[in-house]
């Protein structure tokens, strides 16, 4: 069975443009979850969506935004760009419904976002 | 306060040993607890969820939770060199948050 799928999986922009990534689920499960990770640190909770809606958010400015469709994949953008956005941007899905997240989460390979 | 903390690495073991990682959480309501290995480059591999107090092994891991004291623990037994990786704490309440991580190196 395929797992948690990422595109593209390494991406250079520049400062100031934007960005869209995205990410298709395990077959079956309804939850997908963004997470950054820069270099030295934990991922860090962007968003969860399930059935559609999203039903988290971390602490991320305005500048970050998803969407999830009827096949429950999923995509993140990201607008005007900076330096400090240069992580990997993991995707993971979930069987669990909403929240809390009483199931593991699997993760995909990534996107590695670098900003010039 | 972070929400998890784990224990600042990196820890190195001999093979063979048994590695020993530590991790707390400030959010008394959390309720799943998981473990997660990722090797350099690449993503966290699930390799252990733990949701009630005690112990939990599978194969050489053994996940230890303490509610009271917001505390979970993961041993590796037996250690061996394709060990050696980052291992993530991850606490869920709403969201899944991570720790930043322990590196183990197994000394061949």
């Known amino acids: 069975d395929a797992g948690v799928t990422q595109s593209p999986t390494h991406l250079i922009k520049t400062r100031g443009q934007q960005v869209t990534l995205r990410c298709s689920p395990i077959?079956?499960?309804?939850?997908v979850s963004w997470y950054q990770q820069v270099l030295g640190q934990g991922p860090q909770f962007i968003f969860q969506y399930y059935e559609k809606e999203e039903r988290g958010r971390g602490n991320f400015p305005d500048r970050f935004s998803a969407r999830q469709f009827p096949n429950y994949s999923s995509e993140l953008n990201v607008n005007a760009l900076l330096l400090g956005d240069s992580a990997l941007y993991l995707c993971?899905?979930?069987?669990?419904?909403?929240?809390?997240?009483?199931?593991?989460?699997?993760f995909g390979d990534g996107t590695r976002l670098s900003i010039l | 306060q972070k929400e998890v903390e784990q224990n600042s690495g990196p820890l190195s073991v001999p093979e063979g040993a048994i590695a020993s990682l530590n991790c707390t959480y400030s959010?008394?309501?959390?309720?799943?607890f998981f473990w997660y290995r990722q090797y350099s480059g690449k993503s966290p591999e699930l390799i252990m969820s733990i949701y009630s107090n005690g112990d939990k092994e599978d194969g050489r891991f053994t996940a230890q939770l303490n509610k009271a004291s917001q505390y979970v623990s993961l041993l590796i037994r037996d250690s061996q060199p394709s060990d050696s990786a980052t291992y993530l704490c991850a606490v869920s309440d709403y969201k899944l948050s991570f720790g930043a991580g322990t590196t183990v190196t197994v000394r061949a």
């Open positions: 077959s079956g499960h309804k939850s």
């Open positions: 959010d008394r309501g959390s309720q799943s």
């Open positions: 993971a899905s979930s069987s669990g419904q909403v929240l809390p997240l009483n199931q593991p989460q699997h």
